[in-house]
């Protein structure tokens, strides 16, 4: 089944423990990113992927890292999470660049931060 | 300035009545993609339909349409005969080509609540 997964579906951690969220497709996807939704701001972009080894910042990348070494994967780091970053986290794919095709979204990561 | 605007924040209707879900967006880009995804009750975010700037038509899936007039820069949803199943959090986005097709703008969101 093509999908998008992302792990942990829960989490709650402290200030300054670092933690990773991983995101994994089976699509052979070209294209991934990352987005976190607040309540009245919708969703926002953190970092996006076109390609392995190809990343770039979004709108909110601060307080992030990623990486992409190989095409299905592209995990979300927080090197030092702090209460600001609990939200709700989703990462989506797609096979190209151009997004022309859907994008696919995973269950989503509920992050908090106390 | 890029973005998108959906003035609803909470709709709240009876089954089986109509419900329109408003979206404005802004953008200087000639070419562009939009999108409307719901989000359900458990949190996933389910594609419903996308839009590029160069086809005005409007569409119709079962109780769902969208008109799109890029007149007034709109991108309109509606539920016809809405029912309890349709209680979710409705996002219009919008992809302009200036960022390389790789910025998807959210608006943010509407919550329909629609009551037995």
């Known amino acids: 089944e093509a999908q998008v997964t992302q792990n942990p579906r829960y989490l709650i951690t402290v200030t300054g423990k670092k933690l990773t969220v991983t995101c994994s497709q089976n699509m052979n996807h070209e294209y991934m990113s990352w987005y976190r939704q607040d309540p009245g701001l919708g969703l926002r972009q953190i970092y996006y992927?076109?390609?392995?080894?190809?990343?770039d910042k979004g709108d909110v990348p601060e307080g992030y890292k990623v990486s992409r070494k190989e095409k299905r994967n592209f995990p979300l780091i927080l090197e030092s999470p702090s209460p600001n970053q609990t939200s709700l986290y989703f990462c989506a794919s797609s096979l190209t660049t151009e997004h022309r095709e859907k994008l696919f979204f995973g269950s989503g990561t509920q992050l908090s931060v106390l | 300035a890029q973005k998108v605007t959906q003035a609803q924040t909470e709709i709240s209707v009876v089954e089986k009545e109509d419900v329109t879900l408003d979206c404005v967006y802004e953008?200087?880009?000639?070419?562009?993609?939009l999108f409307w995804y719901k989000q359900p009750p458990s949190g996933e975010l389910v594609f419903l339909i996308r839009?590029?700037?160069?086809?005005?038509q409007n569409e119709i899936s079962g109780r769902y349409s969208w008109n799109f007039q890029k007149s007034t820069s709109s991108f309109n949803f509606t539920i016809t005969a809405s029912q309890v199943v349709d209680s979710a959090v409705y996002f219009c986005?919008?992809?302009?080509?200036?960022?390389?097709?790789?910025?998807?703008?959210f608006g943010a969101g509407t919550r329909l609540a629609v009551h037995p």
């Open positions: 839009r590029n700037s160069f086809d005005e």
């Open positions: 992927s076109m390609n392995v080894e190809v990343t």
């Open positions: 953008t200087r880009d000639t070419t562009y993609y």
């Open positions: 986005a919008l992809i302009p080509i200036s960022g390389g097709y790789n910025k998807l703008i």
